[in-house]
């Protein structure tokens, strides 16, 4: 797969996982992780993270917003948490959306919340279990 471009697995009525993400090793290991966790559900990629609040913002017009975001966070990104709070500050339905984060640099508790799990890069079983509690979590809130 091209780096460069982006990907969709299906166009059904579920929401999709949407996976963020530019690193082809991170991108072909949380696909495989997010097709274990549930091999029905939609995946689309976004590679340039620049793109995902434009896709958020018309997801939500076009009531599509996805299931669960896996945001890979590169050690290069100046701002590696930005998307993750902006996310947070947007009304629901994007901002009640279950994050999963890969990274391998860790984080601090300011950069914690109840919704957003951090998993290591290196561990398929770990991002799967990961993607499963996310979706899980998400359809929890949905029934309150």
């Known amino acids: 797969m091209n780096a460069g471009s982006s990907y969709c697995a299906d166009v059904s009525l579920e929401p999709p996982i949407l ?3 530019a690193d082809e090793q991170v991108i072909r290991t949380v696909l495989a992780a997010c097709e274990q966790a549930d091999p029905q559900r939609p995946i689309m990629l976004l590679p340039q993270a620049h793109k995902v609040r434009t ?4 997801s939500v017009a076009t009531g599509r917003c996805p299931a669960t975001v896996v945001v890979s966070i590169d050690p290069e990104y100046v701002q590696p948490w930005a998307l993750v709070h902006w996310i947070r500050e ?4 994007v901002g009640k959306v279950s994050l999963v984060v890969v990274s391998a640099s860790g984080y ?5 919340d109840d919704d957003l799990l951090l998993v290591r890069p ?3 079983e770990d991002l799967s279990h990961a ?4 979706l899980t979590r998400r359809k929890q809130h949905s029934l309150h």
């Open 55 to 58: 896709y958020l913002r018309d």
């Open 90 to 93: 947007q009304p629901a339905p």
């Open 108 to 112: 601090t508790d300011a950069e914690r």
């Open 122 to 124: 290196d561990s398929l």
């Open 131 to 134: 993607v499963v509690d996310a």
């Open 19 to 21: 996976i963020v993400a």
